[in-house]
């Protein structure tokens, strides 16, 4: 999760567009371990100016001790170079632990199945994903279908999700998203009557530890099959803070 703290700010004359080399605390102002909340490898909301006034950067980066400290430029939030990490010109700059605008537009991971899958009767099943639709914080990646990771400088999240079944009047439908520490939102139904074949449910905004994995789970009982097509499913995750 991120960490916060007040009147944190330090002077670099690093280059570039990586790792950010920390050279001091701007009189008045503190540096970035010197808060007794900050530690190494913590990640804060940091704002980036550059020498020549122009460009600017938000974003969450990761304070790492050694000599010099370091702050690793890890999520781009908004810049003045459209959304990416902005080239540091030659110069001194400033940069500082802040509350940023950006934080409020919220990172958004949006995945799909595209094409029905079956699942088996009475099995609960992690929703294997195969679609990335929307995902500039890398909460998704094709080779583990079933998890999405929550950013590690994440506080708080709100997830929503859908689901269509093929049609079968029988037994139950049971849909859930799950993660360390929320309280799980289900939706489960009788078989019978039109409102069984799809259902959408969200988590609220709920706080969540950076680094957990969500997970969209679906279970059928059917009496009359051995297995039911699950025709369409997507997940949404907004990143509040």
């Not at 506080?155 to 689901?163: D, E, F, L, P, S």
């Not at 859930?176 to 799809?198: E, F, K, N, Y």
Request: charge should be negative; hydrophobic fraction near 45%; charged fraction near 15%.
């Amino acid at each position: 999760m991120a960490k916060y703290a007040s009147r944190v700010k330090e002077t670099t004359t690093t280059t570039g567009a990586g790792t950010i080399n920390l050279d001091g605390a701007v009189t008045g102002f503190r540096g970035f371990l010197d808060p007794s909340n900050i530690a190494d490898q913590d990640y804060v909301p940091y704002i980036l100016l550059d020498a020549d006034g122009l460009a600017w950067e938000e974003g969450y980066g990761k304070v790492i001790a050694g000599a010099p400290n370091q702050l690793e430029r890890g999520f781009v939030m908004d810049s003045s170079n459209g959304g990416a990490a902005i080239t540091l010109s030659a110069g001194t700059h400033t940069v500082g632990i802040g509350p940023i605008a950006a934080a409020r537009v919220r990172a958004v991971c949006r995945v799909s199945i595209a094409a029905g899958i079956v699942i088996s009767n009475n099995v609960l099943t992690d929703l294997p994903f195969d679609t990335e639709d929307e995902d500039p914080a890398g909460m998704f990646a094709i080779g583990t279908p079933t998890d999405i990771v929550i950013p590690a400088w994440a506080n708080k999240i709100r997830a929503t999700g859908h689901v269509k079944w093929a049609f079968n009047n029988t037994g139950w439908r049971f849909f859930a998203i799950v993660a360390p520490g929320i309280s799980s939102p289900a939706d489960r139904r009788s078989g019978s009557g039109a409102d069984t074949l799809q259902t959408t449910i969200s988590t609220g905004i709920v706080p969540i530890a950076g680094g957990s994995v969500l997970k969209a789970k679906v279970q059928a009982f059917i009496t009359n099959a051995g297995t039911i097509t699950l025709q369409s499913a997507w997940l949404n995750v907004e990143v509040i803070e």
